[in-house]
């Protein structure tokens, strides 16, 4: 981990430093290159609208892009176009969900393109909805209206096709932001490859990058505002960080309700960065009073989040704030005799083992008892080594505390607010809506603390335990495109 008030990066020859940065490319490339072929393998395995929640955003995305306008949540003249619902009742796409021998009648395109051409005009034009996507904010539906349009011939098929690389190029961007944010807070180049590989071969981010789903841009653009956030934490505030890590902020909150988590980072970072340029004035009353508005954004946070749960609670505001304290508390740990358990059985291993490196389509694919096993066992291996590395290296992490907070804010910041929607969500019902994509928007973190753990190590070591996670990792992104092929195609 470099220095907080620095690059912290060693000095490197002269004579070698244009061919590190040379093999850094060749390197890069390479990553870029296996996210775009995992994704690409993704979009054409997966069948039509089978991603999570796929005809809704496939539908929104349509209808923005043939009307200009967002489709409506309760109301309208259909959920998918009369061109959509040919398409996906020709190929049984919808009879796939929870139906485990389903397949798609992949013999039936023949006869689906003479329906389509049947289609009186503007057939692609009419689904107004309802649409359950209806109320999120239009950025990445215009993204892949773009892709829609401009899409050669104009065929449906075609346009699902390029509509889906447009999540595949974002989860290329993810990676290369990826390597970007290490090269600032990692030294050394094989930590970077190690951090932006396990990006690059993280089977449940190239499968939502894969199918329609905003999800993939918001990853994306929270990678950025790490990178972000990072470089001005290490290497100072400057107008076009500001800008770009306001602008990144703003983005998310364009892109689905779940990116305003990152407020929280963004006031740490405006925070900080007043902090420092106090102390470089030697302005000791302003440091103090900076210092003194830091814990009231806490107590702020705080409040916020009682006020939050007392809403959406159905009891005293005193006792919601001990449920969600008790709900928090059963997802994460064994529950305790004399605790409720609010919502099914549903907790850690489901949403940080299972469905955040497997579970693919629509909950179809789904991996053994025993594969999920073996994952939690390597996760809590990882967990103990993240553990014994910050107190190895505990002067390291109080040295470099500000982008040590700065990855905590936005890590927990973005569970913060994924467990309140849950917390609503199981008020009103028994799904705890909570899953194991939504925590991809931290993906880039996941991935530089694998890579300062294992950099951590004896010299010698380091790299021989790396290849053998990213070997782990190419294993596990493999076995999830051949489980998908199996359950579809099989």
Not at 224 to 252: M, Q
Request: proline share 6%.
């Amino acid at each position: 981990m470099t220095d907080a008030t620095g690059s912290g990066q060693p000095a490197i020859n002269a004579e070698l430093a244009p061919r590190i940065r040379r093999l850094s490319l060749y390197v890069l490339a390479a990553l870029i290159f296996v996210a775009l072929a995992q994704g690409a393998l993704w979009a054409i395995l997966t069948p039509p609208l089978n991603g999570p929640d796929e005809g809704a955003h496939v539908a929104y995305a349509q209808y923005l892009a043939e009307t200009g306008k967002r489709p409506s949540l309760s109301t309208g003249t259909g959920s998918l176009s009369p061109e959509l619902a040919t398409l996906v009742g020709g190929l049984g796409a919808s009879s796939l969900v929870g139906n485990p021998t389903g397949r798609i009648d992949w013999p039936a395109s023949s006869a689906i393109n003479r329906a389509l051409a049947k289609l009186p005009p503007g057939s692609s034009r009419t689904g107004s909805g309802p649409n359950a996507a209806a109320d999120y904010p239009p950025l990445y539906y215009g993204l892949v209206a773009i892709a829609y349009r401009i899409t050669p011939g104009g065929q449906i098929t075609d346009r699902l096709v390029a509509m889906r690389l447009v999540g595949v190029l974002l989860f290329a961007l993810t990676v290369a932001l990826t390597w970007m944010l290490a090269a600032v807070v990692l030294a050394g180049l094989w930590p970077r490859v190690v951090a932006a590989g396990l990006v690059a071969l993280q089977p449940k981010l190239g499968f939502t990058a894969a199918v329609i789903n905003p999800d993939i841009l918001i990853t994306a653009i929270a990678t950025g505002f790490t990178l972000a956030a990072a470089l001005i934490i290490c290497r100072g505030l400057s107008t076009r960080r500001a800008v770009a890590i306001v602008a990144l902020a703003v983005a998310a909150a364009l892109t689905h309700p779940r990116g305003y988590f990152l407020i929280v980072p963004l006031l740490f970072v405006a925070w900080f960065s007043a902090r420092r340029a106090t102390a470089s004035r030697g302005q000791r009353h302003w440091r103090t009073a900076i210092d003194a508005l830091g814990i009231a954004l806490i107590a702020a946070a705080a409040a916020a989040t009682a006020v939050l749960v007392a809403r959406w609670g159905d009891l005293t505001p005193t006792s919601d704030i001990k449920e969600f304290g008790s709900y928090i508390w059963n997802f994460y740990l064994p529950r305790p005799d004399f605790f409720t358990q609010l919502g099914p059985e549903y907790g850690y291993q489901q949403v940080y083992i299972q469905s955040f490196f497997s579970d693919f389509g629509q909950l179809d694919a789904t991996p053994s008892a025993t594969f999920v096993s073996l994952v939690q066992y390597g996760v809590m291996i990882a967990l103990i080594a993240l553990y014994s590395t910050v107190v190895a290296r505990w002067s390291t992490v109080r040295r470099n505390w500000p982008l040590v907070a700065m990855l905590l804010s936005v890590l927990l910041s973005m569970l913060l607010l994924v467990h309140l929607v849950s917390y609503r969500e199981l008020q009103a019902g028994s799904d705890p809506i909570i899953t194991g994509r939504y925590l991809l928007t931290a993906v880039g973190i996941y991935g530089i603390a694998a890579a300062w753990v294992m950099s951590s190590l004896p010299r010698r070591a380091g790299p021989v335990v790396a290849s053998c996670v990213l070997s782990i990792s190419a294993v596990l992104a493999l076995s999830g495109i051949g489980l998908t092929a199996l359950r579809f195609y099989g």
